[in-house]
């Protein structure tokens, strides 16, 4: 089952420790993570897995990317 946050102020409220933690299993091809990973660190992971090429970005990820870059925090 996978997790996901509704938006970027969502994103912005979780623990950076734990997305990173996420990002980098999700990077390395790890399988989806359990019930027992926070929400943090399933936005790392599912983010690392499509930046590595391991799946493909799903609307509510490209939904969030829209929400950062109408913020103008990427290019």
Request: proline share 4%; charged share 30%; hydrophobic share 40%.
């Given at each position: 089952?996978?997790?996901?946050?509704?938006?970027?102020?969502?994103?912005?409220?979780?623990?950076?420790?734990?997305?990173?933690?996420g990002?980098?299993?999700?990077?390395?091809?790890?399988?989806?993570?359990?019930?027992?990973?926070?929400?943090?660190?399933?936005?790392?992971?599912?983010?690392?897995?499509v930046?590595?090429?391991?799946?493909?970005?799903?609307?509510?990820?490209?939904?969030?990317?829209?929400?950062?870059?109408?913020?103008?925090?990427?290019?």
């Open positions: 089952m996978t997790r996901s946050v509704p938006n970027l102020a969502a994103v912005e409220a979780l623990d950076d420790q734990e997305m990173i933690e990002y980098w299993s999700g990077r390395d091809g790890d399988p989806e993570p359990g019930d027992n990973r926070s929400l943090a660190f399933w936005h790392g992971w599912r983010n690392g897995a930046d590595f090429k391991h799946r493909q970005i799903d609307a509510e990820q490209m939904k969030i990317a829209g929400e950062f870059v109408a913020k103008g925090r990427a290019a």
